[in-house]
């Protein structure tokens, strides 16, 4: 019955998110992985060990994180299965509920799509630099409407997608497992000399767990927008990520606009290939429509949920 599960998980989300008055009193689950990974981090990633080492360590940093989420959601949901019998389900949706950000997605695109119909470009580049990584400040319009639009699709996989996939396939021990290995690819799985070697194992650990939802991901997006699928097929496999790729083409074809290309993090020009194509330049309207696709793609699996959970 974890069908159910997901969802109840999946409306508890969509109602109430992670409301903030429970974030500032107790943080986000999310937020333990954090300092485990940090601490583990400090330790264990030292430049006076080699790479070899270091790679070593990042493998056995993925080992603990798999143990202690999925070890600790298999207790969890054992002990609510043996203590509460049939009456566990909404427990156990409760605990998966945090995995998920079908709402907390949506409230940080909106602002941007906000700001922008406003003209108050500055408000724009704030708000869509606390959803992506790459440098905002000399953004014009379209490179805000571009960056928070790519967010919007590649977030869709992990942040409602793959946790969704793990929490059907494994349960508890599958969504926080997922998050876990997902935290660990966005603080260390990176290419710069300090991260390369150590987070080596997080970056395969989170490609492999995101290579069955970023395909369904695409799917759904062209599937709830209405086509794209020509730009899905030809463009995916452009993205630098063997994962990302995939609804951000997905994205890109339905809305009729080019994504990706060009951009800097940290000061470093990054000469990315574009995704899609389209002749007018990305804009609010364009974060509205997406955020309509996106909202249907999550009723989508809604349906999914529900039926499957009616039918057994």
């Given at each position: 019955?974890?069908?159910l599960?997901?969802?109840?998980?999946?409306?508890?989300?969509?109602?109430?998110?992670?409301?903030q008055?429970?974030?500032r009193?107790?943080?986000?689950?999310?937020?333990?992985?954090a300092?485990?990974?940090?601490?583990?981090?400090?330790?264990?990633?030292?430049?006076?060990?080699?790479?070899?080492?270091?790679?070593?360590?990042?493998?056995?940093?993925?080992?603990?994180?798999?143990g202690v989420?999925?070890g600790?959601?298999?207790?969890?949901?054992?002990?609510?299965?043996?203590?509460?019998?049939?009456?566990?389900?909404?427990?156990?949706?409760?605990?998966?509920?945090?995995?998920?950000?079908?709402?907390?997605?949506?409230?940080?695109?909106?602002?941007?799509?906000?700001?922008?119909?406003?003209?108050?470009?500055?408000?724009?580049?704030?708000?869509v630099?606390?959803?992506?990584?790459?440098?905002?400040?000399?953004?014009?319009?379209?490179?805000?409407?571009?960056?928070?639009?790519e967010?919007?699709?590649?977030?869709?996989?992990?942040?409602?997608?793959?946790?969704?996939f793990?929490?059907?396939l494994?349960?508890?021990?599958?969504?926080?497992?997922?998050?876990?290995?997902?935290?660990?690819?966005?603080?260390?799985?990176?290419?710069?000399?300090?991260?390369?070697?150590?987070?080596?194992?997080?970056?395969?650990?989170?490609?492999?767990?995101?290579l069955?939802?970023?395909?369904l991901?695409?799917?759904?997006?062209?599937?709830?927008?209405?086509?794209?699928?020509?730009?899905?097929?030809?463009?995916?496999?452009r993205?630098?990520?063997?994962?990302?790729?995939?609804?951000?083409?997905?994205m890109?074809?339905?809305?009729?606009?080019?994504?990706?290309?060009?951009?800097?993090y940290?000061?470093?020009?990054?000469?990315?290939?574009?995704?899609?194509e389209?002749?007018?330049?990305?804009?609010?309207?364009?974060?509205?429509?997406g955020?309509?696709?996106?909202?249907?793609?999550?009723?989508?699996?809604?349906?999914?949920?529900?039926?499957?959970?009616?039918?057994?």
């Open positions: 019955m974890i069908d599960t997901a969802f109840l998980a999946s409306v508890l989300d969509a109602a109430v998110g992670w409301p008055p429970l974030y009193r107790i943080g986000h689950p999310v937020g333990i992985f300092r485990i990974i940090a601490a583990l981090e400090r330790r264990w990633n030292v430049p006076s060990r080699s790479n070899g080492q270091r790679r070593m360590a990042g493998a056995f940093t993925v080992l603990i994180l798999l989420t999925g600790a959601g298999w207790v969890l949901q054992s002990l609510l299965v043996a203590i509460a019998g049939p009456w566990a389900l909404p427990l156990i949706a409760v605990l998966a509920w945090p995995g998920l950000a079908q709402r907390s997605l949506y409230d940080h695109v909106r602002p941007v799509a906000d700001a922008l119909e406003r003209q108050d470009l500055p408000a724009a580049r704030v708000a630099g606390m959803i992506v990584g790459r440098d905002t400040t000399a953004l014009d319009e379209a490179g805000v409407a571009r960056a928070a639009i967010s919007l699709a590649e977030s869709f996989c992990d942040g409602v997608v793959a946790p969704l793990w929490l059907l494994l349960g508890l021990p599958g969504i926080w497992a997922y998050k876990a290995i997902n935290t660990a690819d966005s603080m260390i799985g990176h290419r710069e000399e300090r991260w390369h070697a150590y987070g080596w194992a997080a970056a395969r650990s989170d490609d492999a767990m995101n069955v939802p970023a395909r991901s695409g799917l759904l997006i062209c599937l709830c927008g209405g086509g794209g699928w020509r730009i899905l097929w030809r463009d995916a496999s993205h630098a990520s063997p994962n990302a790729g995939w609804p951000e083409a997905a890109a074809g339905v809305l009729g606009l080019r994504l990706a290309g060009p951009i800097a940290d000061g470093i020009f990054s000469d990315k290939p574009w995704i899609g389209g002749s007018h330049l990305a804009r609010a309207e364009d974060i509205q429509r955020l309509t696709i996106y909202a249907r793609a999550c009723l989508c699996l809604w349906f999914v949920e529900g039926s499957v959970a009616w039918a057994l």
